[in-house]
C-alpha cells in the first residue's frame, strides 16, 4: 500500500506482534492442513537476507515464515492490496511490498531498499506467478539487477510437493508431502562479479522444480477437478472447452477423456504423460495460431462479473453478469472493446481472475469456478508477439 511520507519507518516493532500472531494462529493450520516439512534456517546467525522462493501453493510465505527467524517483508501483488479494510489491516501488522504485476515497478524497488537499510530481511518470489503446470514460471532478468542493488546474501527457499498437494488450477489439498527449505546461500562476495546475465541464469537454475517428473503420490477423489482452468487446447479439436468431474476431464467438442492419478499421470484418450506436456503443446498451439481468423469471430464468451480496481486501496463492482468475449485482437465486456493494442499488460491472479492494465485503468475480471483466464493471457501475448512488443517473444504470460 502506498506511503504518503518516505520519512517514516517502514520497519516497525508492530510487526514482531504480528508475527507473533501469524505463528499462534496460521502455523499451525497451515502444518495440518498441508502436512508439510519446513526446515529451519539455522545458518542465519541474526543477519538479514533476500530470500527468494519458488511459488507452488497459496501458503508459500508461511512456509518461509516457518523457516525464517525474525520479520520478513514480502513483496506482495497489487490484489493483495486492494481490498479496502482488509488490506489496511494486512499492511499494518505485516507491512507487505506492494509490486503491480507484470511491470517494472520503481516504487516497489524504492521500498525494497528501505526496508533493507531499516534492516528488514525481504522475502520474493520472482516467478511472480504461482505455476499451473509444475514447472517453476518465468522469471524476468530484472532480478539479477535488482539483487546486486540490494547487496544482500541471497537464500534460495525450496518448496517441492506443493503443486502435487495443491495445484493452482484445483479447490483440492490432496494428502502428500511438502519438504521446504533454505538450499543455498549466495554471499555478495560471490555475485558481485558476475555479470547479470550470468547471475540470472544461477537464480534459475536454482529455483527451477519441474513437479511432473518428481515423486511422490497426491491422494484425492477429486484430483482432476477445475484442471479446466488451465486447459483449453484439444489434440483433437484444437480451441475447445473442457470440463471435469472426480478424476476425469473431458473434452466438450468431441468427448475424449482423460483420467488425472495420484501420481501426477494421465491415462485416457490422450498423449500426455502429465500437465506440464499438455501445457507445453497448448503452448505451442498457440503460438502457431492465425489470431487474424478470430478477429471478427469471437474464439471465447465467459459470464464474469467487472470490477475496477483502485491499486492498493479498493475494488468497485461495475458489472456482475456481463459477457467477456474473446477475439484474436482485442477483449469486449459487453459491448465495449479493449484493443490489445492498447493494452498495456495482461495477469492471471489466483484462481479464476484476470487482470488488464489499460493506461492508468485496471480492470478485474472474475469468472465462476470453471473459468479459464489463461486463454485470455495466451491470445493477449501472441498478439503482442506477432508484433515484436515484447524482449521474450516465447513468452505467453506465465
Known amino acids: 500500500m502506498a506511503?504518503?511520507?518516505n520519512a517514516k519507518k517502514w520497519v516497525k516493532p508492530i510487526h514482531k506482534f504480528g508475527k507473533a500472531l501469524v505463528a499462534f494462529f496460521v502455523y499451525p493450520f497451515i502444518k495440518l492442513k498441508y502436512r508439510a516439512t519446513v526446515e529451519k534456517f539455522k545458518e542465519q546467525n541474526g543477519r538479514?537476507?533476500?530470500v527468494l522462493y519458488n511459488h507452488q501453493t497459496p501458503f508459500d510465505q508461511f512456509f518461509v515464515g516457518l523457516a525464517i527467524k525474525g520479520v520478513t517483508y514480502y513483496v506482495s501483488s497489487e490484489d493483495v492490496l486492494s481490498k479496502g479494510f482488509i488490506s489496511r489491516i494486512i499492511n499494518l501488522v505485516v507491512a507487505p511490498i506492494p509490486i503491480k504485476k507484470n511491470s517494472s515497478d520503481v516504487r516497489s524497488v524504492m521500498n525494497m531498499i528501505k526496508v533493507k537499510n531499516e534492516g528488514g530481511t525481504i522475502a520474493i518470489a520472482p516467478e511472480g506467478n504461482r505455476t499451473?503446470?509444475?514447472?517453476?514460471?518465468?522469471?524476468?532478468?530484472s532480478i539479477a539487477p535488482l539483487i546486486k542493488k540490494l547487496n544482500l546474501p541471497v537464500a534460495i527457499f525450496k518448496i517441492e510437493g506443493g503443486y502435487g498437494v495443491q495445484p493452482r488450477w484445483s479447490n483440492v489439498v490432496r494428502r502428500g508431502k511438502i519438504n521446504c527449505k533454505v538450499t543455498t546461500v549466495l554471499e555478495p562476495e560471490s555475485y558481485k562479479n558476475l555479470s547479470n546475465n550470468e547471475?540470472?541464469?544461477?537464480?534459475?537454475?536454482?529455483?527451477?522444480?519441474?513437479e511432473n517428473v518428481s515423486g511422490g503420490e497426491f491422494v484425492s477423489k477429486k484430483s482432476a477437478e477445475y484442471l479446466e482452468r488451465l486447459v483449453y487446447v484439444c489434440p483433437y479439436c484444437g480451441l475447445s472447452s473442457f470440463e471435469s468431474k472426480n478424476d476425469k476431464l473431458t473434452c466438450k467438442k468431441c468427448g475424449k477423456t482423460a483420467i488425472y492419478h495420484s501420481n501426477k499421470t494421465f491415462s485416457g484418450d490422450f498423449n500426455f504423460k502429465n500437465v506440464g506436456e499438455w501445457s507445453d503443446y497448448q503452448e505451442e498451439f498457440i503460438k502457431k495460431l492465425d489470431l487474424s481468423r478470430y478477429n471478427n469471430v469471437p474464439a471465447y464468451k465467459d459470464v464474469v462479473s467487472v470490477y475496477n480496481t483502485f491499486i492498493y486501496k479498493s475494488k468497485k463492482l461495475l458489472y456482475k453478469n456481463a459477457t467477456v468475449t474473446l477475439y484474436g485482437n482485442r477483449v469486449e465486456i459487453n459491448e465495449t472493446a479493449y484493443a490489445f493494442s492498447d493494452i498495456l499488460a495482461f495477469t492471471v491472479l489466483g484462481r479464476n481472475k484476470i487482470n488488464f492494465y489499460l493506461g492508468e485503468k485496471v480492470y478485474q475480471i472474475k469468472g465462476n469456478k470453471r473459468f479459464n483466464g489463461v486463454k485470455y493471457l495466451n491470445f493477449f501475448y501472441h498478439y503482442k508477439n506477432i508484433l515484436k512488443e515484447n524482449d521474450n517473444e516465447q513468452f505467453l504470460g506465465l
Open 48 to 50: 538479514q537476507y533476500l
Open 199 to 210: 547471475l540470472y541464469s544461477k537464480v534459475v537454475n536454482l529455483l527451477s522444480q519441474d
Open 132 to 141: 499451473y503446470n509444475g514447472r517453476t514460471c518465468y522469471i524476468a532478468p
Open 3 to 5: 506511503r504518503k511520507d
